[in-house]
């Protein structure tokens, strides 16, 4: 039987191994990297509440290792925070779709605040100080030192109850803007099929800048120095 060893697609002249290869070996490194800060920034957050405690037992003014420091914020800017990026923008996609729907959308804005609360700069001291026993004034002492520049948690929990609110009584006289169900392009045919309400139209807009009014906050909050 005749065998052609020369085929493009034999085991040894596959187009596609060393392109997994080359990924599985880049994800190799990116979560080795990922590790690597990870573990600095818990050194660095030990190290930081040790001096501060050791400063307070000696009445002395403490003054905030640089690296350390460095350390604990770019896990947190690199890693920590965009896990809420992430996990936002699919409430977000989800919710407005949703608000085509059911005005129960408007809690998509709720579950948003919830994933910035667990993921607040505050939770992630906690994260890395949950084996250090330090009270909740020392906690948030240290916090302050870390990130001097933060959103107040009770103004952010206001301001989205508010939009909420807001984009509740909006579902209530939404209308449409820019969709026009009597129009017969595809797009609008598209969205026949799946039966959506095109009065919500304002009701959905409502609800997206909201959350996205969240993610922004989030945003200037990272990078704010």
Known sequence: MYQNNSSPYSNNHNPYSNNNDFDRQRQQREQQIKQNYKIQAEQGMDGIVHSYLSAKRNDSHFNIDEVQKSAVNRYYNRYWSN???IISMIILIISFVASFYTNIAIFGILAVLIVFNSYSQTSYIK??????KINADEEETIKNLIFP???NSKTIGFLSVGMTLISYLVSLFSRPIYLDENDSSIVIKALHYFKINFENELFAYSVAISILILIFLKIYEKWSR
């Open 83 to 85: 896990d809420f990026m």
């Open 149 to 151: 520049n933060q959103l």
């Open 127 to 132: 994260y890395f100080g949950n084996d250090i």
